[in-house]
């Protein structure tokens, strides 16, 4: 079956760094695109970013912060967050999509189960 296992996720402090991962298996990882999400609380989960073929997209609150890349050798995606801000702070989640709207979250088939990031101030 399908799984994707985010890691990496912590505390880190205003303006620092977090490198997270998505390590992929039972699925042809070179086919979907991967994004990543995120939901703070009691807020909804909002698209972060995105990495379809060799094309990312981001939202533009993280934009020119964050980078998202993959390993398809690995299987594995990632997302490098730098300059972290308090407003960062959220549950991360991976997803893995065959094709279609890639900034609507119901257009993703597969889900890790998160990893919290918290950004102190």
């Known amino acids: 079956q399908v799984q994707l296992v985010e890691s990496g996720g912590g505390l880190v402090q205003a303006g620092g760094s977090l490198r997270l991962s998505c390590a992929a298996s039972?699925?042809?990882?070179?086919?979907?695109?991967m994004g990543w999400f995120r939901q703070a609380p009691g807020k909804e989960r909002e698209f972060v970013a995105a990495?379809?073929?060799?094309?990312?997209y981001y939202a533009d609150s993280v934009k020119g912060r964050f980078t998202i890349s993959r390993d398809d050798a690995k299987n594995t995606a990632y997302l490098q967050m730098n300059s972290l801000k308090p407003e960062d702070t959220a549950v991360y989640y991976c997803?893995?999509?065959?094709?279609?709207?890639?900034?609507?979250?119901?257009?993703?088939?597969?889900w890790g189960q998160g990893t919290q990031v918290t950004v102190s101030s």
């Open positions: 990495i379809r073929w060799s094309s990312t």
């Open positions: 997803a893995a999509e065959g094709g279609g709207y890639i900034y609507r979250e119901s257009e993703y088939d597969y």
């Open positions: 039972g699925l042809t990882f070179s086919s979907y695109t």
